[in-house]
């Protein structure tokens, strides 16, 4: 029964209950599977899972696989400038909230009509450590690319209604996902149609317009329709190439507008790297559950070389609070004993007005952390926003408690007016 609710709820697969038949297997994916369909490009821990959603709106659910964002890198391109693109895609990694935020993927794209050339970029990119897009509407050609790569699953892109067999053919023959492409509404359905008639379950959607407004509209009905409507024709992940849109908005704003309006992939040219941050922290915000803060674990962390005299503060678990905090400690140069209290993922402000901050649990965490052996003194440290429990904390914990700054900015200097002597 346990097992029964958690498949309803998408929180299992079906593969995972030994018990089921073949057939009973089938029947259920069939009946809870999501109604956008997941996908999975490369192999292995590196693969990109795009899709799989089951909601429009995240406050009915969460977003269950993040949309990937992809490097376009033409086979125009030289060597030299492959080697850079590839340093500057590395560059872009940042650490936030105990995340890793990067760049997902590669699209190789079919621009000239060599197809040597083309084979050459396959080749350079190879062994990059990326899942890759192979975008070409030559079946020939795409043929050799994926012998190349068997095994590594890449997504076939450039499929259209007058190519469509043959690129089937081979995504079946070398078991890798498809992007199909159209003009117009009736052609995509009937590209999709064929797909399917073909026994292809792994389809990516490239949604027609050259403009912003034409692409968000287009990705919200394909949305919409797929899961509101149960419309299965429409029920897959989608594509979008940001570079060829036409538009004089800068193209980091671009990306930004279709990672909220539903895009699976946005691939972006190598120029917009310099701005890809935010898009790369906007993107961790949607994909943040609303129904569980993301939290760290509670206990002692440690900032710096910290001594018996070092000062003790104190936090929540909430994980933007901690990270922030833990970071402005270490640029000021403090050492000191971070006290980490768990109030389920809540920040100061939030855990005081909900009561989810309590003296008892701070007194908990102190023993159980051996704190008073690690240091010669007995006062802590508690944020501005948490200065009404400052008397109740004290009754407590037995701890001279000293009401710090509301801004991680100013603990620098709040601890040496207190003659703390934790800065080296």
């Known amino acids: 029964m346990a097992f029964a609710f958690k498949l309803a709820q998408g929180a299992v697969e079906v593969d995972k209950c030994p018990f089921l038949t073949d057939e009973a297997k089938r029947t259920l994916t069939g009946l809870t599977a999501p109604p956008i369909a997941l996908v ?54 940042i650490k936030r909230m105990g995340q890793t935020l990067k760049i997902n993927m590669l699209t190789l794209r079919n621009l000239s009509n060599d ?14 450590g990326y899942p890759l897009v192979v975008s070409t509407e030559k079946p020939t050609l795409a043929s050799r690319v994926l012998d190349i790569l068997k095994g590594e699953r890449p997504l076939l892109h ?13 995504a079946k023959r070398f078991n890798c996902p498809i992007s199909v492409k159209a003009s117009e509404w009736s052609e995509l359905l009937s590209s999709i149609d064929r797909l399917r008639g073909l026994g292809i379950s792994e389809i990516v959607i490239q949604p027609f317009g050259d403009t912003i407004k034409q692409l968000v509209e287009n990705l919200t009905l394909i949305r ?5 409507k149960r419309f299965v024709k429409l029920g897959y992940p989608t594509i979008v190439f940001s570079g060829d849109i036409r538009s004089n908005i800068p193209e980091h704003l671009v990306i930004s507008a ?25 993107r961790q915000s949607i994909m943040m559950d609303p129904r569980a803060p993301i939290s760290v674990k509670p206990g002692l962390y440690v900032i710096g070389e910290p001594k018996d005299n070092s000062p003790v503060l104190m936090t929540t678990n909430y994980a933007l609070t901690f990270h922030i905090l ?27 007005a909900g009561n989810k901050l309590k003296p008892e649990y701070i007194k908990q965490i102190i023993d159980e952390t051996n704190l008073e052996a690690k240091v010669s003194h007995k006062t802590l440290v508690i944020p501005g926003r948490a200065a009404k429990l400052a008397g109740e904390i004290e009754d407590s914990t037995g701890w001279r408690v000293l009401i710090g700054p509301f801004n991680s900015k100013d603990i620098a200097d709040f601890l040496t007016k207190h003659y703390f002597h934790g800065r080296s």
């Open 115 to 128: 197809d040597d050339v083309f084979i050459r970029l396959v080749e350079t990119v190879k062994g990059a």
């Open 258 to 282: 279709l990672l909220i309006r539903y895009a699976s992939i946005v691939v972006i040219k190598p120029e917009a790297l310099d701005l890809i941050r935010p898009p790369l922290i906007l």
């Open 40 to 93: 999975t490009i490369g192999r292995g821990s590196e693969g990109v899972r795009i899709g799989g959603e089951r909601v429009s709106f995240r406050h009915e659910d969460k977003f269950y696989n993040e949309p990937a964002i992809a490097v376009e890198i033409s086979d125009l391109t030289d060597v030299n400038s492959i080697q850079n693109i590839l340093k500057a895609i590395r560059y872009c990694e």
């Open 326 to 352: 833990a970071n402005d400690l270490r640029n000021q140069n403090v050492n000191c004993y971070l006290l980490v209290v768990d109030t389920g993922g809540l920040s100061v402000a939030c855990s005081v």
């Open 158 to 170: 450039g499929v259209s209604l007058k190519n469509i067999t043959a690129m089937a053919l081979l």
């Open 224 to 228: 919409r329709l797929a899961i509101d």
